[in-house]
């Protein structure tokens, strides 16, 4: 059974930092393609971006580019979305998700405010 645990989100001013965290459990993680999405209240899905199995190459959004890095160690199944230099409309709750389908196996979130 696939299981994604997302940590690492809170309260941060604007410009702020954070740091997430997804530990993967139940397929192989070293093998996998990961995404990070993340959905406002009451709004759809949105991809923030994707890393490649051996963590080589990266794709993400171009809104968030320069500001978001997404990262993996496969020896620790953990994947990492580095968060800099907030905004305000970054907050949302934020879900790591196994594979390239926005709508594939994901976490239970953590949750990002931005808020002076």
């Known amino acids: 059974e696939v299981q994604l645990v997302e940590s690492g989100g809170g309260l941060v001013q604007p410009g702020g930092s954070l740091r997430l965290s997804c530990v993967a459990s139940?397929?192989?993680?070293?093998?996998?393609?990961m995404m990070w999405v993340r959905q406002g209240l009451g709004k759809g899905l949105e991809w923030i971006g994707t890393?490649?199995?051996?963590?080589?190459?990266?794709w993400v959004l171009d809104s968030v580019k320069g500001r978001f890095t997404i990262s993996r160690d496969n020896a620790k199944s953990t994947l990492f979305l580095q968060l800099d230099d907030l905004k305000p409309g970054d907050t949302n709750m934020y879900y790591c998700?196994?594979?390239?389908?926005?709508?594939?196996?994901r976490g239970q979130g953590t949750q990002v405010t931005v808020s002076s």
């Open positions: 998700v196994q594979g390239t389908n926005v709508n594939g196996p």
């Open positions: 139940g397929f192989t993680f070293s093998a996998s393609y």
């Open positions: 890393i490649d199995p051996d963590g080589a190459t990266t």
